[in-house]
């Protein structure tokens, strides 16, 4: 059984498949048809719902793509739906604010705009056009009406902030709390097949040697696409959202730790204080909806060849601590990669923590994503650039790529045409050409292989003129 909140009344879901997503109970279970299918894989923000969370005595309000969240993760959380919004016969201010602005065109978008811009107005003071529009990158709309949906963003704070959310706060978050605590033991069973949440390290251990062939699921970003578009069906699952041991993250003097059930909204402000580049790249990982359930640990265990966090943290030298039973092993990111859709999980085995190195030195650190769009696209190509400079001389420096080839790997024949070479020209040149040893690359849907490596050997030159070497630019400001 999962317990959540519907709004302010508590639900039970008993004899469910835990295969359904929470796009799918919405429309088919409680009939709430506002919430409407548009891509079905995360890319239109059309399913766009808002789940509240209990932190501490407070709420912490995320929006989410309803297309790919699975029912058994509303356990303990409040789920509010465009239908939520307008009390009586009046309309909430965010709904308000997009009648007056003449927001809605067709119509088909709004309710998932709506929604995000809910969750906006609950998680800021005032009004920013550029986070707006970050919120909004994953809403899109056919009609183009994007700058009157801007302008209603702008328009909602002009209102406080007291609705029937912020009145029942205390409320919500005392039964939120209630259920967390009351249910230990959190499953859901129908048609053959199962879903367990457990809430210790040692219980999800215990669970996957009882069933090594359950598959994790923590945002399920990609695996409700095997569900959804693929139209698998998988006969146990294992959450790792209650977890508590994975849902923290830690600093330490040499390193800081992410639990495997961090998502990147949570690792964002932690690992940009260590690597400030890294925010462009993070800010460009799907849309918010997406980086608001995905995880770090997810992006890296779906060995997916154009995951991008996998070329950064192998940039960074970052380790993963992997768990068996009660058996534990530490291993480097780079070789956690075997081949395609391979990694060197053993039976039961899973991702525990992601160990990001604290930068012992001053570094020049890059990362550049390239892609036919800004948000909510896969890269053509990733590279991520980690060098130790004294003056002009290269004294260490790890370069990685993903969706170069099959797997994210190094360019270790081009990081040895750097080594103890001064960052000139020419050096950079070699370096350039050696990428051909180093990558046999891919085409595909996104990009062939010979623009990808055309691109990839341009990326070395964008980081050569921006550390400074080129006459006519000067050193860039970006040290982790």
Do not use: W
Not at 74 to 99: F, M, N, R, Y
Not at 105 to 114: S, Y
Not at 126 to 139: C, F, M, T, V, Y
Not at 316 to 338: N, Q
């Amino acid at each position: 059984m999962i317990k959540f909140l519907v709004n302010q009344v508590e639900s039970e879901v008993v004899d469910l498949d835990p295969n359904t997503t929470l796009l799918e109970y919405l429309r088919d279970h409680l009939h709430r048809c506002g919430t409407k299918e548009g891509c079905g894989t995360g890319d239109c923000g059309t399913c766009t719902v808002v789940i509240g969370q209990a932190e501490g005595d407070g709420l912490h309000y995320q929006a989410v793509n309803a297309c790919m969240t699975l029912i058994g993760s509303l356990h303990g959380k409040q789920l509010i739906t465009l239908e939520d919004l307008s009390c009586g016969d009046g309309l909430h201010p965010v709904q308000q604010a997009l009648v007056d602005c003449h927001a809605s065109q067709c119509g088909f978008c709004i309710p998932g705009v709506a929604m995000s811009l809910f969750a906006y107005r609950k998680n800021h003071q005032k009004p920013d056009r550029a986070s707006i529009i970050q919120a909004l990158e994953g809403n899109l709309c056919r009609c183009t009406g994007y700058r009157p949906m801007i302008d209603a963003a702008m328009k909602m704070f002009e209102t406080d902030d007291k609705d029937i959310f912020s009145e029942s706060k205390a409320s919500v978050t005392g039964i939120l709390n209630k259920i967390q605590r009351e249910n230990s033991q959190v499953s859901l069973k129908a048609g053959g097949k199962s879903y367990f949440a457990p809430a210790s390290i040692q219980s999800l251990s215990s669970l996957l040697l009882e069933q090594p062939r359950a598959r994790l699921v923590a945002g399920g970003t990609d695996l409700c696409l095997e569900i959804t578009q693929s139209l698998q069906e998988i006969d146990v699952l294992i959450s790792l959202e209650r977890v508590r041991e994975l849902g923290s993250i830690s600093r330490k003097k040499d390193f800081l730790e992410i639990g495997a059930a961090v998502t990147f909204s949570g690792a964002r402000q932690e690992l940009t204080a260590l690597y400030p580049h890294l925010s462009g790249l993070i800010d460009r990982l799907g849309s918010l909806q997406i980086r608001n359930t995905g995880t770090l640990a997810g992006n890296i265990a779906t060995a997916s060849a154009t995951g991008d966090m996998s070329a950064a943290l192998i940039a960074m030298g970052a380790r993963l601590r992997l768990r068996r039973g009660d058996e534990s092993r530490s291993i480097r990111v780079e070789d956690f990669f075997v081949g395609p859709k391979t990694t060197a999980l053993s039976r039961s085995e899973f991702i525990e923590q992601i160990r990001v190195p604290v930068p012992a030195n001053p570094r020049f650190f890059r990362v550049y994503k390239i892609s036919k769009r800004t948000a909510v696209d896969i890269s053509s190509t990733c590279g991520a650039f980690n060098l130790c400079l004294d003056g002009n001389v290269v004294r260490s420096v790890t370069i990685a790529f993903a969706g170069m080839a099959e797997i994210p790997k190094r360019a270790k024949h081009c990081e040895q045409e750097l080594l103890g070479q001064e960052l000139c020209e020419a050096t950079v040149k070699r370096a350039m050409q050696a990428l051909a040893q180093d990558f046999t690359a891919i085409s595909d849907v996104r990009a062939t292989a010979e623009y990808r490596l055309e691109v990839s050997r341009n990326l070395l030159r964008r980081l050569f003129i921006e550390y400074g070497c080129v006459p006519g630019h000067s050193r860039g400001s970006h040290l982790a």
